[in-house]
């Protein structure tokens, strides 16, 4: 294959994530751990180092349209920064410990691809129920005012792990927390969901990258391949209703989790 196919290629597939990831609004680690794994050939490792890259630099753009939208309020998002950085951290350069360590490095693989199957499912549990739930995860935001941080203490600590060693719920598992715990409402949540995930993700995919875990040049093509797909991504939210974007993320979803499932059981 020559190098003009092949770069044609991974713009191709940048460009086909970042619309669904623009239209459905999938997290990046759902969709683009199962395309690393199986287009790839990534292992574990390299797949959720390379996703987290990816997926902070395809935020980078959503990211200034909230703050330009007032979504975002920089000293709330700060202060969850500081509480789940650590975590995300301490998960992500734990697992590069492990698997430096030659005997533990097939177990750590093992691991991972375990713990990429549950973040999916619950994903995918999460989603369900928002989605034949609607009005439940609006009403459950309460007023500024009465929210203490400290809630959110332990449930974005694990929420931070769970980004740091799979890449996995960034949006899906983020917005419920920054609802239920934060005191949010929706719009903020999905600002704020975004912004910290995009600071979280580089975190780690910086913490992976330092053992040459990260492909950094396959995630910049894809990357810019899905700066490709914005005009069509903006043609499709125009023209198709709520409830179709949401019974298609319904599905990438589902079969993100039977592709991994799949593959835990059937390694590559």
């Known amino acids: 294959m020559s190098v003009l196919l092949a770069l044609t290629i991974k713009l191709f597939i940048g460009a086909l994530l970042g619309l669904i990831i623009s239209t459905?609004?999938?997290?990046?680690?759902?969709?683009?751990?199962?395309?690393?794994?199986?287009?790839?050939?990534?292992?574990?490792?390299?797949?959720?180092?390379?996703?987290?890259?990816?997926s902070m630099l395809m935020k980078i753009s959503s990211t200034g349209m909230h703050f330009r939208m007032g979504n975002i309020s920089f000293k709330r998002s700060m202060v969850i920064l500081a509480v789940m950085l650590p975590s995300t951290l301490i998960a992500s350069y734990g697992i590069t410990f492990l698997a430096s360590v030659e005997a533990w490095h097939s177990y750590v693989q093992l691991a991972i691809n375990i713990l990429i199957v549950l973040a999916i499912a619950m994903s995918l549990f999460i989603f369900y129920k928002r989605l034949h739930q609607p009005e439940h995860l609006a009403n459950q935001s309460i007023p500024e005012q009465a929210t203490s941080i400290s809630r959110f203490i332990i449930p974005g600590t694990c929420a931070?792990?769970?980004?740091?060693?799979?890449?996995v719920g960034g949006g899906v598992v983020m917005l419920?927390?920054?609802?239920?715990?934060?005191?949010?409402?929706?719009?903020q949540a999905i600002g704020t969901s975004v912004f910290v995930t995009m600071l979280l993700s580089g975190a780690s995919a910086l913490a992976y990258g330092q053992s040459g875990y990260t492909d950094v040049h396959l995630a910049l093509v894809l990357s810019i391949g899905s700066i490709f797909s914005i005009p069509l991504a903006k043609y499709l939210l125009n023209k198709w209703s709520d409830t179709t974007f949401q019974y298609i993320t319904l599905g990438f979803i589902l079969c993100s989790a039977v592709t991994m499932l799949y593959r835990l059981f059937v390694p590559v």
């Open 24 to 54: 459905t609004g999938v997290g990046g680690g759902v969709l683009v751990l199962p395309v690393l794994t199986y287009l790839f050939g990534m292992d574990a490792l390299s797949a959720v180092a390379t996703a987290n890259l990816l």
């Open 160 to 167: 931070g792990i769970i980004i740091g060693a799979t890449g």
């Open 176 to 187: 419920p927390l920054l609802i239920r715990y934060a005191g949010m409402n929706i719009k």
